[in-house]
């Protein structure tokens, strides 16, 4: 209850008041507190998150209240910000066990939009990474084509190729491997025709 007074209450915006008094209690129920007050302790915990990490200190607590968190924002059409809050304590992979067949897309189009704002090499290929196993995993192979080919990653190409089981698909893939000139070479002399032109 002193979480949410801390929320109106706070003075300075540089204090956390009402993330430090969730963290202080049970930390049980905080769906229950309503969607504004789960949508200020993300704002808060990002740059807790960043402190904690820098003093070297346990981010445990920070990871159960965001395991609490998104699956609220996923479930009530807020999938930006849970993307956002799991870029901001480094979890962004943890996404794919949250999507379903409602919501994957909309995840996955916001996905590759940070794409192109992401601070370092690294973040933008972990950006792609999710985005190409959400997609492989609702068997959207012709979009995770494209993911593995801005990634320029042949395993990846690969990996599409061995778990796609319809022929159709297939020579659709393989006509995009073509028109990208990828040296990715298939065992079916069909497809092999295909992807060399």
């Known amino acids: ?30 769906v229950g507190w309503g969607h504004e007050y789960l949508r200020c302790l993300a704002g808060q915990i990002g740059q807790e998150y960043e402190k904690r990490m820098g003093e070297g200190k346990s981010v445990d607590e920070i990871n159960q209240l965001v395991d609490q968190i998104i699956p609220e924002f996923i479930n009530h059409n807020e999938e930006p910000e849970a993307v956002d809050l799991l870029l901001e304590v480094e979890r962004l992979s943890a996404l794919t066990d949250f999507t379903n067949t409602n919501n994957f897309e909309r995840v996955c189009n916001y996905l590759l939009s940070c794409s192109d704002y992401a601070a370092d090499t690294e973040e933008m290929q972990l950006t792609f990474k999710t985005a190409f196993d959400i997609l492989k995993k609702f068997k959207r192979y012709p979009e995770a084509m494209r993911v593995a080919q801005k990634m320029n990653n042949i395993d990846l190409m690969g990996e599409l190729m061995n778990d796609c089981k319809d022929a159709v698909t297939l020579k659709q893939l393989a006509f995009m491997l073509a028109r990208q000139r990828n040296a990715y070479e298939s065992e079916d002399a069909d497809l092999q025709g295909i992807i060399s032109n």
Do not use: P, Q
């Open 1 to 30: 209850m002193t979480s949410i007074v801390a929320i109106v209450g706070s003075v300075k915006e540089d204090e956390f008041e009402a993330l430090a008094y969730c963290l202080t209690g049970t930390r049980k129920e905080l």
